[in-house]
């Protein structure tokens, strides 16, 4: 069975108390938190006051994306602030090793996170170091856009990449899943489905990410 995500960037945030007890009785596995700069993506999101606050009542896993330049800086205040896992994009991170070894230094679990133009052959000598890879399959910076098809094929990619060197790093699918082309994305090779309209905007949301969560591969 795959992992589920919900992406609370989608959620209603005045009443983000009751969405967080919804994904806590849920199936879904994680919380999944975007955190956006304004610069490397064209949009700001919410940050660590926010997380903070989530985390009090968070009772799963709380998965920090961070779509913002210099992420070391902040690196010691999403600690703080509750992250179990913290994901860094490859494109905003030239010292990328060195970042990943400070999340690792902090205890919590790294990830990288590739943009739709970025191969998966660049993530080749950071992989063994990983947790998770994100698989952008959108154009990061707003919820709610159609999933770009070309990431299938990088599913596949990573992968075969995955399995070839034996490694336990798990495929993260965040942009556009919906439950009509969930089971096609997990087929492909993808561990977790982030999932932040789809779910946020269903009439039943439980209900939704039970039909994420019972796909198989
Ligand atoms: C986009 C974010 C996503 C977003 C997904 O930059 O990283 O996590 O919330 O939203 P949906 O699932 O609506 O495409
Ligand atoms: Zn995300």
């Given at each position: 069975?795959c992992?589920?995500?919900?992406?609370?960037?989608?959620?209603?945030?005045?009443?983000?108390?009751?969405?967080?007890?919804?994904?806590?009785?849920?199936?879904?596995?994680?919380?999944?938190?975007?955190?956006?700069?304004?610069?490397f993506?064209?949009?700001?999101?919410f940050?660590?006051?926010?997380?903070?606050?989530?985390?009090?009542?968070?009772?799963?896993?709380?998965?920090?994306?961070?779509?913002?330049?210099?992420?070391?800086?902040l690196?010691?205040?999403?600690?703080?602030?509750?992250?179990?896992?913290?994901?860094?994009?490859?494109?905003?991170?030239?010292?990328?090793h060195?970042?990943?070894?400070?999340?690792?230094?902090?205890?919590?679990?790294?990830?990288?996170?590739?943009?739709?133009?970025?191969?998966?052959?660049?993530?080749?000598?950071?992989?063994?170091?990983?947790?998770?890879?994100?698989?952008?399959?959108?154009?990061?910076?707003?919820?709610?856009?159609?999933?770009?098809?070309?990431?299938?094929?990088?599913?596949?990619?990573?992968?075969?990449?995955?399995?070839?060197?034996?490694?336990?790093?798990?495929?993260?699918?965040?942009?556009?899943?919906?439950?009509?082309?969930?089971?096609?994305?997990?087929?492909?090779?993808?561990?977790?489905?982030?999932?932040?309209?789809?779910?946020?905007?269903?009439?039943?949301?439980?209900?939704?990410?039970?039909?994420?969560?019972?796909?198989?591969?």
């Open positions: 069975m992992l589920v995500a919900p992406s609370l960037l989608a959620c209603n945030f005045l009443k983000l108390e009751e969405e967080c007890k919804m994904v806590n009785e849920s199936e879904a596995d994680w919380f999944h938190l975007d955190v956006m700069d304004g610069r993506v064209p949009n700001i999101s940050g660590i006051p926010i997380i903070e606050h989530i985390r009090k009542i968070a009772k799963k896993t709380c998965d920090v994306h961070l779509m913002i330049e210099e992420p070391g800086n690196v010691p205040a999403f600690k703080k602030a509750g992250a179990d896992q913290v994901t860094v994009h490859l494109e905003a991170c030239p010292n990328l060195r970042n990943i070894q400070q999340i690792k230094e902090f205890g919590m679990l790294p990830g990288v996170a590739i943009n739709p133009h970025t191969p998966v052959s660049f993530l080749s000598d950071i992989l063994a170091d990983i947790h998770q890879v994100i698989i952008m399959s959108v154009n990061p910076g707003f919820g709610g856009q159609k999933f770009i098809l070309h990431t299938l094929e990088k599913i596949k990619q990573l992968r075969k990449m995955i399995d070839e060197k034996n490694l336990d790093v798990l495929i993260e699918i965040d942009g556009g899943v919906t439950v009509e082309n969930a089971a096609e994305i997990v087929h492909a090779g993808a561990d977790v489905l982030v999932a932040g309209n789809t779910v946020f905007s269903a009439v039943y949301p439980v209900e939704t990410i039970r039909q994420l969560k019972n796909i198989t591969r």
